[in-house]
């Protein structure tokens, strides 16, 4: 689920990144969620054969895999005991072009059984359910009021990025991030259920009232009218700078395709970070590109103040070496005085995660374990940060002192 996080330098060498390895999801329960499995539908046959690159779909050889045991072929009990299904018409079933997974379906039963769409899968790196369930049931348990109240919450290291897809569907402003590499799967599955990725703004026109559209289909010659200035769209495709859209929020047609700039360069459109909230669909969810950087990290605080810093099994030194140094730059970079950080770790041989945990110490942090399992064998850990008090800052000057006057007054007795 995890990619490579900050620089590559000797003092952070990391090992290469593994295929994604995805076992079954009934392998961890999970309390707030319930899994099911959903046919693809079969895409036509010249696409099969030769998928379009302005689709953004991937290319069946890198076809993420659903999480079943590609051993065992067994599904989620909640899935009925369905084997793999056999090729069906109109896919190849060449070794070298294996059938689309199945589609994941996870309901969320503390937001009125919102569904989760999990339609690709990182093609790299851990996938291990156990931590990502932990936080979520963490988050689920004791931080949904908060949520539903529209809170903001930055998930680092996302990989598949269920938490945070949980905590959109709860009412939350999330933005999900990772290196650039790995946002592919969590951009497609936000973009399925609902959460607009590719948001364009319009920022022309004020004069003439508004941008001029033109329908998709060049043979009509309905006139369409204006896309007022301020108004949002979803890019469906985009070619050159003809932009064909679907309306967001804001004045306009419902869709047809814009010129984003004028001839001379000046901009009609521009691609934003705004995400409107969408009527039916709670919260929105931003995918952000980001390499584990104090200052890359900063800019995200340009949108304003963070509630909630959220990351999942982001400490494996044998895999990701001392990234998590740069992670606490990040987290530290982040907080505010009332910014809760919530993260889950699984521990392993050599892991780093005690060292971690004393680098936010040190870093001022009041930390505290809110949760201790055996999960698949594995014991997983999640636990909370937040920046101490002025008053608990004082309270611990003054025990820190006293423990000084302690032991020097114990020195020189003897």
């Known amino acids: 689920e995890k990619g490579s996080r900050a620089g590559t330098g000797a003092a952070h060498a990391m090992a290469p990144l593994p295929p994604a390895a995805i076992p079954e999801v009934s392998s961890w329960p999970c309390r707030h969620l319930l899994f099911d499995f959903e046919e693809p539908p079969d895409p036509p046959v010249d696409e099969a054969r030769s998928p379009s690159p302005k689709s953004g779909r991937s290319s069946p050889k890198s076809a993420h895999r659903s999480p079943r045991s590609p051993k065992s072929g067994r599904s989620s009990p909640k899935s009925g005991g369905r084997s793999s299904p056999k090729p069906r018409r109109g896919r ?3 070794p070298d072009r294996p059938p689309p997974p199945k589609v ?3 309901t969320v039963l503390v937001a ?15 996938l291990d359910w156990g931590p990502a369930f932990a936080l979520i049931d963490t988050i ?5 009021r908060e949520l539903i109240g529209g809170g903001r919450v930055v998930e680092l290291g996302c ?5 945070g897809l949980l905590c959109a569907s709860l009412g939350a402003k999330v933005i999900v991030t990772d290196i650039p590499d790995m946002l592919g799967p969590v951009q497609y599955n936000a973009q399925a259920c609902g959460w607009p990725q590719n948001v364009w703004k319009v920022v022309g026109g004020r004069v003439a009232g508004g941008v001029p559209v ?10 369409l009218g204006r896309l007022a200035c301020g108004t949002l769209v979803e890019e469906l495709e985009l070619h050159g700078d003809s932009l064909h859209f679907k309306r967001l929020e804001g004045p306009g047609p419902d869709a047809g395709v814009v010129t984003v700039r004028r001839f001379g360069g000046a901009e009609l459109l521009v691609r934003t970070t705004e995400r409107p909230v969408l009527e039916g669909i709670a919260g929105t969810v931003r995918a952000a590109a980001l390499q584990w950087d104090a200052e890359a990290a900063a800019q995200l605080l340009d949108e304003g103040g963070v509630d909630f810093v959220i990351c999942s099994d982001c400490v494996n030194e044998p895999l990701y070496g001392t990234s998590w140094m740069e992670l606490n730059d990040c987290i530290d970079v982040l907080c505010g005085p009332r910014t809760v950080v919530l993260f889950s770790v699984q521990r392993r041989l050599g892991d780093g995660v005690d060292d971690f945990l004393e680098d936010l110490r040190d870093r001022k942090f009041l930390l505290q374990r809110l949760s201790s399992k055996i999960i698949g064998k594995k014991e997983v850990l999640v636990y909370s940060a937040r920046r101490h008090t002025p008053s608990e800052r ?3 000057l003054l025990l820190r002192r006293s423990a000084e006057t302690l032991a020097s007054e114990k020195k020189g007795r003897h």
């Open 394 to 396: 004082f309270s611990e």
């Open 214 to 223: 033109v329908p998709a289909d060049p043979t009509s010659k309905v006139d």
């Open 140 to 144: 689920a348990d004791g931080f949904r």
């Open 159 to 163: 990989g598949l990025g269920l938490p």
């Open 112 to 126: 009125g059984d919102r569904k989760i769409r999990l339609e690709r899968f990182p093609s790299k790196g851990l």
């Open 92 to 94: 190849s079933a060449s």
């Open 104 to 106: 994941t379906i996870a």
